[in-house]
T-cell receptor
């Protein structure tokens, strides 16, 4: 089973709202990732967690706040977003972070619209 | 730094046609190479991968061979189906880039009946 699940599937929020995206995997993976994907573009890495610790933050604005409560769960807390933050947010996981040939498995994404 | 160049799309084929999507890369050492597919409204799915020179990845009739001498990882399928319509991303993970995946721009494939 190589399934990564994400909720919600769709989210509409205003610029003053606070919302959270959730990602879950039960493959025993110890690395988890958040990506942002704009239409007709490849995914862009936002954050990497390794063994529940934040390992990479790709200079993401503080209105995006990641959290990894345990090895199976990854959240992305959203606050005071801008319309340009509207995108598909993808979660991914892999067995470990920095190993040659390591494969990342992606979830179906949350399509976010900021009004 | 690492980079991936993919054949520009969109690509439109008739069912049962032969498919090639070109992918070339720039990276130091021996990166791992991947093809991901994204169907409309969905996330990315791993299609195939190769981790060393001359490795051939294959899945669902798709194939790609890791060519170190030409720094290429072209995707091929002998006979495409309507259900193969999707966006295809070539990606690499460099030896020194931690777990960062470097993606190509993606190639939109449409297969008509």
């Amino acid at each position: 089973d190589t399934e990564v699940t994400q909720t919600p599937k769709h989210l509409v929020m205003g610029m003053t709202n606070k919302k959270s995206l959730k990602c879950e995997q039960h493959m025993g993976h110890r690395a988890m990732y958040w990506y942002k994907q704009k239409a007709k573009k490849p995914p862009e890495l936002m954050f990497v967690y390794s063994y529940e610790k934040l390992s990479i933050n790709e200079s993401v604005p503080s209105r995006f706040s990641p959290e990894c409560p345990n090895s199976s769960l990854l959240n992305l807390h959203l606050h005071a977003l801008q319309p340009e933050d509207s995108a598909l947010y993808l979660c991914a996981s892999s067995q470990v972070w920095a190993r040659r040939g390591e494969t990342q498995y992606f979830g179906p994404g949350t399509r976010l619209l900021v009004l | 730094g690492d980079s991936v160049t993919q054949m520009e799309g969109p690509v439109t084929l008739s069912e049962e046609a032969f498919l090639t999507i070109n992918c070339t890369y720039t990276a130091t050492g021996y990166p791992s190479l991947f093809w991901y597919v994204q169907y409309p409204g969905e996330g990315l799915q791993l299609l195939l991968k190769a981790t060393k020179a001359d490795d051939k990845g294959s899945n669902k009739g798709f194939e790609a061979t890791y060519r170190k001498e030409t720094t290429s990882f072209h995707l091929e399928k002998g006979s495409v189906q309507v259900s193969d319509s999707a966006v295809y991303f070539c990606a690499l993970r460099g030896e020194t880039s931690g777990s960062r995946l470097t993606f190509g721009e993606g190639t939109q494939l449409t297969v008509n009946p």
